[in-house]
């Protein structure tokens, strides 16, 4: 039997399963996304589920199906947060005492939700810089007696992340042409592929990455798993540095299709949902919305016009103070924010002059710093740019270069902006 077969017979129980603590969350169709793709765009809201994410569906099948010693015994998870929260609410609802190992970088707001969904039952361990740096350090207390409860790397946690789908369409009078997935470590993407590969194989997949941390991508790659040395956390509910083994393994036999987006293009759509369809998502929950053809910069999936679409949001779980980061990196990616380095002169009225003669009528100078303060008769200084047009930006460097100053842009991505900025 394949590992999508088998996975794909564990999914009927595991609906059965999770629909006893799980919400039959609404499937809504988007009217923004609608008009922006010419296709009908169905969003399954699984940021309304107790816990905000589909996480709860994973962690609640695999602990129900502990034996009685091993309740004893308690669990441990590794998780960015919703993960946690999932085994958080699964060890209240079930009188299971749970060890929860969240990196340093998981937003306050996660970590806060954690300890309060879980009611007495959760001691919360904060360790390492990443999701794996989590990951092992929780192997380590599961060595030492505890259950290991995976995120994404068991064949229980998969199928109940998989029944998202399977409940989606049960939802629907119609099976959707396209259905699109957020992708982290694999487990959804490999238990929503095997049933939807069993019950409606002509339906295409596509699963979306963070291009900061496309795990899923370097092993279909590699033909086999492989770690990422860097990667971008932005995105902490998909930034993983390795699938799983058991996901792996069925996604390679589902052949889904993978795109990866910038974490600026998540930011756009996360404030997209929240100012015009007042949708709290965090990064990852808007991760899939953001790859269709809304006409967006950056890259996008093909999908022909009059598709019927489903896509999955995933998660509701932001912090309110992460927006001011969310709003920098959207201004960035679609070019209205720019920062440069410019060698300005030493004497009054440089900066009136920059102001006049530089900047266009709609923009604004949002930042400006005297790098370095010397006696010789010009000084670097960063300035950010605010642009109202971002078609304008060569009309300001062409402006800048007039004025007889130099300027070199900081590049978003270089060691310098992320020093500095």
Not at 53 to 58: A, D, F, N, V, W
Not at 239 to 253: L, N, Q
Not at 336 to 343: A, I, Q, S
Request: glycine share 10%; with cysteine; aromatic share 6%.
């Amino acid at each position: 039997m394949s590992a999508l077969t088998d996975l794909a017979e564990q999914i009927p129980a595991a609906v059965e399963r999770v629909g006893t603590v799980c919400e039959l969350t609404p499937v809504q169709l988007n009217a923004r996304l609608t008009r922006a793709t010419g296709s009908e765009i169905w969003l399954k809201r699984e940021d309304l589920q107790p816990v905000r994410s589909y996480k709860l569906r994973g962690a609640y099948n695999l602990m129900a199906q502990l034996t009685e010693e091993e309740r004893r015994a308690g669990v441990v998870c590794a998780s960015a947060g919703n993960h946690g929260q999932g085994v958080a609410f699964s060890a209240a609802t079930l009188g299971i005492q749970a060890t929860v190992v969240v990196p340093h970088t998981t937003p306050r707001q996660k970590r806060e939700r954690i300890l309060s969904i879980g009611h007495g039952f959760v001691n919360l361990v904060l360790h390492g810089a990443s999701y794996d740096d989590a990951s092992h350090e929780a192997s380590r207390l599961a060595a030492e007696g505890m259950v290991l409860v995976p995120a994404f790397n068991d064949e229980r946690t998969v199928a109940g992340q998989g029944t998202v789908v399977a409940e989606a369409f049960g939802q629907l009078d119609f099976v959707p042409d396209v259905v699109v997935l957020p992708v982290g470590g694999g487990g959804l993407l490999a238990g929503a592929a095997a049933w939807l590969r069993t019950n409606h194989p002509g339906v295409r997949i596509i699963g979306v990455e963070p291009e900061g941390a496309p795990c899923v991508a370097a092993a279909i790659s590699a033909g086999r798993p492989v770690e990422l040395h860097d990667i971008d956390t932005f995105v902490d509910g998909a930034a993983v540095k390795r699938v799983g083994d058991v996901p792996f393994e069925v996604i390679r036999e589902a052949r889904v299709e993978l795109v990866r987006v910038p974490e600026g293009q998540v930011c756009s759509e996360m404030l997209e949902m929240y100012q015009t369809d007042g949708i709290i998502a965090e990064p990852a929950g808007a991760m899939a919305a953001s790859a269709l053809p809304t006409g967006g910069i950056g890259p996008r999936v093909q999908i022909p016009t009059g598709s019927k679409v489903l896509v999955l949001l995933s998660g509701g779980n932001n912090d309110v103070s992460r927006y001011a980061e969310v709003v920098e990196r959207s201004l960035i990616h679609e070019g209205r924010k720019r920062y440069f380095l410019v060698d300005f002169p030493q004497q009054p009225g440089a900066l009136r002059t920059f102001l006049d003669s530089v900047l266009g009528p709609d923009d604004d100078i949002t930042y400006f710093e005297y790098v370095k303060r010397n006696n010789k008769e010009t000084g670097p200084a960063l300035v950010g740019v605010d642009l109202g047009n971002p078609g304008d930006y060569r009309f300001l460097l062409q402006r800048i270069d007039e004025c007889g100053m130099t300027a070199h842009e900081v590049a978003y991505d270089s060691p310098f902006f992320q020093f500095l900025v």
